[in-house]
T-cell receptor, first 111, second 112 residues
C-alpha cells in the first residue's frame, strides 16, 4: 500500500505564475488535508476535503488559494499569482478515520 | 497566547540519554494528542497518538497527557543517533483525523 503521494516534490515558480500541487491519498482514504510549513514555523492547517466536498477551509488565505478533491484523481492545491511569501513546504495528509498520514511534501520556491 | 506552545530548541543529548519533550496548550477542547517525527526535508511521521489523559508506551517511546495542566510530554528512552529529527506535537478537538494544531517543533540531536 503506497503512502500519500505528492508531486512535484520541488516546484519553482516566478512571481505572478500559478502553482498546482497534487496529492494522491493512501488507498481507501477519503479524507485529505493540506498544511503549510513556513521556515522556522510549525505546520499550519489550510483545508480539509472529502471527495467533491470542502469540509473546513478555515486556514486558507482568502485570495489566490483554492483546493479541490474531485471524484476521480488527486486532490489539487492551486495558488494563483504566486508571491515570494508563498515559498514554503506544502504537505498533504490523508486519513481513513483515525490517524493522519503525511506525504513527503512539495517545496515551492517563488523567485 | 498561541494555542500550542512547544519548548524551544535545539536539544542535544548523548546517545543513551533519556529525552523529555514537552508541549502546553490553551484550548481545553483538545481531546486528541499526537507526536510526529520529521526528518530533514521529509514529511511528518506519526509516532504516538493518545486520547484524553493518561500514558501510552510504545517501545522506547512514552507519551503522557495531563489535561488538568494542559501539558503533554514525549519521553524517549535509550536515545539513538537515528532519533535525531524534529519532533512536533499536534492536537485536535474532533479526532486525530480532523484539523490538527501543531507546535513549532523541537530539533533533537543525539550524539554518538
Amino acid at each position: 500500500n503506497a503512502g500519500v503521494m505528492q508531486n512535484p516534490r520541488h516546484l519553482v515558480r516566478r512571481r505572478g505564475q500559478e502553482a498546482r500541487l497534487r496529492c494522491s491519498p493512501m488507498k481507501g482514504h477519503s479524507h485529505v488535508y493540506w498544511y503549510r510549513q513556513l521556515p522556522e514555523e510549525g505546520l499550519k492547517f489550510m483545508v480539509y476535503l472529502q471527495k467533491e466536498n470542502i469540509i473546513d477551509e478555515s486556514g486558507m488565505p482568502k485570495e489566490r488559494f483554492s483546493a479541490e478533491f474531485p471524484k476521480e484523481g488527486p486532490s489539487i492545491l492551486r495558488i494563483q499569482q504566486v508571491v515570494r511569501g508563498d515559498s514554503a513546504a506544502y504537505f498533504c495528509a490523508s486519513s481513513p478515520k483515525t490517524e493522519a498520514f503525511f506525504g513527503q511534501g512539495t517545496r515551492l520556491t517563488v523567485v | 497566547q498561541k494555542e500550542v506552545e512547544q519548548d524551544p530548541g535545539p536539544l542535544s543529548v548523548p546517545e543513551g540519554a533519556i529525552v523529555s519533550l514537552n508541549c502546553t496548550y490553551s484550548n481545553s477542547a483538545f481531546q486528541y494528542f499526537m507526536w510526529y517525527r520529521q526528518y530533514s526535508r521529509k514529511g511528518p511521521e506519526l509516532l504516538m497518538y493518545t486520547y484524553s489523559s493518561g500514558n501510552k508506551e510504545d517501545g522506547r517511546f512514552t507519551a503522557q497527557v495531563d489535561k488538568s495542566s494542559k501539558y503533554i510530554s514525549l519521553f524517549i528512552r535509550d536515545s539513538q543517533p537515528s532519533d535525531s529529527a524534529t519532533y512536533l506535537c499536534a492536537m485536535s478537538a474532533s479526532g486525530a483525523n480532523s484539523k490538527l494544531t501543531f507546535g513549532k517543533g523541537i530539533t533533537l540531536s543525539v550524539r554518538p
